[in-house]
Each structure stands twice: as C-alpha cells, then as structure tokens.
C-alpha cells in the first residue's frame, strides 16, 4: 500500500494554497502526517519547489510532476497515471495506491481503512470516499469581496433576505 500526495503550486484561489500553514501546519503536511498513521510508503507529487521541500522535510519521496500535469485543467488520473509509469520504471512493487488530496483534510482514519477493506474484500478496480453533507452550503454562502471572504447576506435575519426566502426549508433545498 502506498499513498500519493498531489499537490500543485499554481492554485488560483488561494495562492499557493496547499503549503499555507492553518494552525501550524499546511496542507501537504496534514496529509503526510495522516499518511504516516498508516505506512511510510508515501509519495508526494508536485512541479512546485517549495511544496517539493515540504515533502524533502517531511521525509518523503518526492516526485518531479511535468508541468503539462500541473495546469489548471490538468486530469488528477493523468496525475495518477504519470505515478504509475514512476512505480513500474523504478520497479516499484505496489498492489494499489490511495490518493490523498491536500484540499480534503477533514478525512478520518476509519473512513480510509474502510475504503481499504472494501477494495481488497471486493477485488475493485478504483474506490472514491465521498460524504454527504450535514449541512447545506447554501446556509454557508460566501462572496469574494476584496480578496476577502464574507457572508453573502448580512441581514441579521435571514428571513429577510431575498435569496433565502427562496430555499428556505431545507428539504426544498436540492441534494447536493
């Protein structure tokens, strides 16, 4: 088992979103050590210098993404693929690998051995974990004002607000 940690420098959003420290720690370092609660087998790719230093100081291997695959419309699987091509040239043995997105860091130890179990119990090609929110983002609406983000509405009561008027119970809210 090995996981992969892919992890490029060009965000848009949030510059260089995947090495900014919340709470003491980034992304890719969240990652990494929620990788180590379960092997040491761990591969960080990136085209970016300073998240390939996170990886470096971290104890990591590193791999050298091409920057074909670190564009913005960039396919993770190709990601994955490139990944795979990396294993097998440097005759690499794995029987299947777990990608663990920077950009998800509220995942538990119990959901990832789950996926683990079900891959191997039912012989699956790709198992994707996904939750369904307990809550609906569209009480959580934010708006970029500034490079700032704020509260759509600032009305105190909600019920004011026109576009919450809209969807205001929450089973007319659509299933996201």
């Known amino acids: 088992m090995i996981f992969l940690i892919c992890a ?5 959003g949030i510059k260089n979103k995947n090495i900014k ?3 003491g720690k980034s992304l890719v370092e969240r990652s990494i050590d929620f990788a180590k609660k379960f092997n040491k087998k ?16 971290k ?4 791999i050298h993404r091409p920057k074909i695959l670190a564009r913005d419309k960039s396919s993770e699987i190709l990601v994955w693929r490139h ?5 097998k040239k440097k005759n ?29 119990k039912n012989d699956f090609d790709l198992v994707v974990v996904i939750n369904k929110s307990r809550k609906s983002p569209y009480f959580n609406i934010v708006k970029k004002n500034n490079e700032k983000l704020e509260l759509f ?24």
């Open 8 to 12: 490029r420098g060009g965000s848009k």
């Open 21 to 23: 420290k919340i709470n």
């Open 42 to 57: 761990i591969y960080l790719s990136t085209e970016s210098e300073k998240i390939k230093k996170e990886g470096y100081r």
């Open 59 to 62: 104890n990591i291997n590193v």
């Open 83 to 87: 990944f795979v091509k990396y294993l």
């Open 92 to 120: 690499i043995k794995n029987s299947f690998f777990i990608s663990l997105p920077p950009t998800a860091p509220l995942r538990s130890t119990s959901t990832v051995r789950k996926a683990i179990y079900h891959f191997k």
């Open 153 to 176: 509405s600032k009305k105190k009561n909600l019920q004011e607000d026109r576009m919450f008027q809209i969807h205001m119970k929450l089973q007319q809210l659509p299933m996201l």
